[in-house]
């Protein structure tokens, strides 16, 4: 029993539950895809849907303790020293990850979503691990998950904004540089496309090879594709970065 014992708690028994835990995460990760893709709409998928995205955020902290605890057990002495050492360095990575989950957890913040916390009022353009971005009227902010926690947030009713896109126009060769920005906002107020709740942000203006990017929101991302052949057809490269 103590030679089973010793092979389980060793590095290879380390790689080996490292792996199993890694092909659970992607299939779970299929799964909510495949969930979330679906075309009808009914009561068993959306619950299934919120299942999965709940076990998704449960399940990596939990795979990440589960593989910590089985590399103390391989040398208890100094892998617990080691870990240690790590928690205390990354105290506050560790806190915005933790923070993340819990929030995530009890409410369901993803990418379009309207979000007001503290004086920042804007719209989520992505989630990472640590904090999430907001793209507000004044440009785009970085939020700690840790921030949100202590100041507290709000979410905001009303439609969702479907996409934040990042895109880079290359102005035609006659153009001069200040007459095709003016040239593209007067193309951009005119399409039906964009969600002038939040205006276009040149990110950079005149850039090399007289080419320009900006940010904007558009009310659904099935209008990215129709916003860049109108571009394309009135003579200007589009693509989005």
Request: aromatic share 10%; proline share 2%; hydrophobic share 45%.
């Amino acid at each position: 029993m103590e030679a089973i014992m010793s092979y389980r708690v060793s590095w290879l028994g380390l790689l080996l539950l490292g792996l199993g835990l890694l092909l659970f995460y992607f299939v779970l990760r299929l799964a909510y895809r495949l969930v979330a893709g679906a075309s009808v709409s009914s009561r068993l998928l959306i619950a299934s849907r919120r299942l999965l995205r709940s076990a998704m955020l449960l399940y990596e902290p939990l795979a990440i303790l589960a593989w910590s605890a089985f590399f103390v057990f391989i040398n208890p002495a100094l892998h617990s020293l080691l870990m240690g050492v790590l928690v205390l360095a990354g105290y506050p990575h560790i806190r915005n990850y933790v923070s993340g989950r819990m929030i995530r957890l009890g409410h369901a913040i993803l990418p379009g979503k309207k979000l007001r916390s503290g004086n920042v009022q804007g719209v989520v353009s992505r989630l990472g691990y640590l904090g999430l971005y907001l793209q507000a009227d004044d440009g785009r902010h970085y939020l700690s998950y840790s921030h949100l926690w202590s100041d507290g947030y709000t979410l905001l009713s009303g439609e969702d904004v479907s996409g934040v896109f990042h895109l880079a126009v290359q102005k035609k060769e006659e153009e001069s540089s200040a007459g095709f920005e003016v040239q593209l906002m007067d193309i951009m107020a005119t399409t039906p496309y964009l969600d002038w709740n939040h205006k276009p942000e040149w990110i950079s203006a005149g850039g090399s090879g007289g080419q320009s990017e900006l940010r904007i929101v558009l009310k659904q991302e099935a209008h990215l594709r129709e916003l860049m052949q109108l571009l394309e057809e009135l003579g200007y490269g589009c693509k989005v970065v």
